[in-house]
Structure formats: structure tokens, C-alpha cells
């Protein structure tokens, strides 16, 4: 080869080498996008955010549905609500919805606060419960007249063990309960829209 093109073809083969190794090692990794809705629709990664057990950490849920053997009590749907844990890779219960379908008429709790206008149902720091409007049975499948939805944060139970073990990590009653009554006036709102039956 004449002496006057090795210059050139030495710049070439590096230059090729630099194509070679950045194909093969990406600068920047993308991460899927999170999703922005959970428990089966129930609720925005916002409000499904506002429940903590003092110890913080990414949102995510464990969500499962069964169907019953009949025409009654035909709706079930659980979703437990995970946070990440920020020195390993476990993540722990925060806490539970489950959406099912039931003959027993809603009834009040003691010591519970109102959901509010336009909602039927109460809260209470560690666990609340609202009754979706009177037309969505059917819309979801079920010859029961009621759905009811049921939220129960363990970490907020002044009875409960865990809490007896890490009483430091409990969020104050009056956040804890605001919380669990935004969740589930959510829930109910976005139920009732995706199934088209609100009142």
C-alpha cells in the first residue's frame, strides 16, 4: 500500500471500531414508562401514592380478579398495594382494595366520617368502604344489588402487631384519614366511569 493512504486508513478503522463499541454499549438505557392507572382502573399512581406507612418508596400493586360460579356475587377484584423498599429490591404491603359484589345493604361505621356528597360511605384511619351507584351491579356482572369497595391499611391499625413492632412509621389519624377519603371517592368516581353507571 502506498505510504501516502495508511494515514486515512488507520483514521477509517478506528472510526469504525468507535461505531462498533457505541452499538454495543448504549449511552442511556430507557426505562418503561409506569403505569398510570391501578387496581384495575380503580386509581391514578397519584392517589394511589397518598396511602404510606411512613417509610415511602415507588408505587406498585399486585392485582387479581376471580369470577363467581353464578350469576350472584359474580364480582371479585383484590389489588394490594406494594412500596419498594430503598435497600433491596422487596417490596412491602401497604394496603388492600378489594371490589366485590354483596346482598348486604351498606351501613355505617362508628367513629367513621362521610365520604362526602354524591358517595355512600365512611372512613376511618386504617380502613374505609363506599358503595358504588345503584346501576353498576349490573354493568359488572352481577345480579347483587350492591358493589361494594373495601380499603384496609394495615400499617394505620392501633390493634394490629406490625404496628406494635414499628409504631415510629404510623402517619398521624387526621392525614391517614383525609387520605383513605380521597382514595376512595376515587375509586368510586373511576369505577363508576368505567363501567358507565354512575348516578
Known amino acids: 500500500m502506498d505510504k501516502k493512504w495508511l494515514p486515512l486508513t488507520v483514521v477509517l478503522g478506528v472510526a469504525g471500531v468507535a461505531v462498533v463499541t457505541a452499538s454495543v454499549w448504549p449511552d442511556n438505557k430507557e426505562e418503561p414508562p409506569l403505569p398510570q392507572s391501578l387496581c384495575h382502573g380503580a386509581l391514578s399512581r397519584e392517589t394511589a401514592g397518598l396511602i404510606d406507612d411512613g417509610k415511602g418508596g415507588e408505587v406498585s400493586t399486585e392485582e387479581w380478579e376471580s369470577k363467581g360460579k353464578s350469576t350472584d356475587y359474580a364480582v371479585f377484584k383484590a389489588c394490594h398495594v406494594l412500596r419498594a423498599d430503598p ?3 422487596h417490596a412491602r404491603g401497604v394496603y388492600k382494595l378489594v371490589v366485590e359484589d354483596t346482598r348486604s345493604a351498606p351501613g355505617d361505621k362508628k367513629d367513621a366520617v362521610p365520604l362526602g356528597a354524591g358517595f355512600t360511605g365512611w372512613a376511618l384511619p386504617e380502613r374505609a368502604k363506599v358503595t358504588l351507584p345503584a346501576g353498576c351491579p349490573a354493568r359488572m356482572g352481577s345480579t347483587a344489588p350492591y358493589i361494594t369497595v373495601s380499603l384496609d391499611v394495615p400499617s394505620q391499625d392501633e390493634e394490629s402487631v406490625a404496628w406494635q413492632e414499628a409504631g415510629k ?6 392525614t391517614a384519614l383525609r387520605n383513605n377519603v380521597t382514595v376512595m371517592r376515587e375509586v368510586a368516581t373511576r369505577l363508576a366511569e368505567r363501567y358507565d353507571c354512575a348516578d
Open 87 to 89: 435497600d433491596d429490591d
Open 169 to 174: 412509621d404510623r402517619v398521624d389519624a387526621d
